[in-house]
C-alpha cells in the first residue's frame, strides 16, 4: 500500500467497490496500523442493500453511507462518531 499513515487523521470516507470489496482488506491494514483503531472508517457506495452494510461491519469499518448523500445525512454521520469527545 505504500506510504501511508492514520496518525493524523480522524476519518476516512471510503469509497466501496461492492464487486470485490477490495476496500474490507483495507480497512483490515489500516486497523493494523499504530492508532489504526482510532480513526473512524466511513464506507461511501452506490449499494445500500444490507448485505452490503453488514459485509463492511464485518470488516470492521464504522459507519456506511449509501450515495447520494444529503447534507445532513453526513452531518448526522460525523455526530454519531464525534460528538462525545
Known sequence: ???FSVDN???I???IYVTGLVDCEA???IRSMPHG???RIIALTAHALPEYQARCEDAGMDGF???PIRKE???NM???HFAKQ
Open 78 to 80: 460525523l455526530n454519531l
Open 65 to 67: 453511507l449509501a450515495k
Open 37 to 39: 483503531v482510532d480513526v
Open 1 to 3: 500500500m505504500g506510504v
Open 27 to 29: 480497512t483490515h491494514f
Open 73 to 75: 445525512t453526513m452531518a
Open 13 to 15: 470516507v471510503m469509497a
Open 9 to 11: 487523521c480522524d476519518i
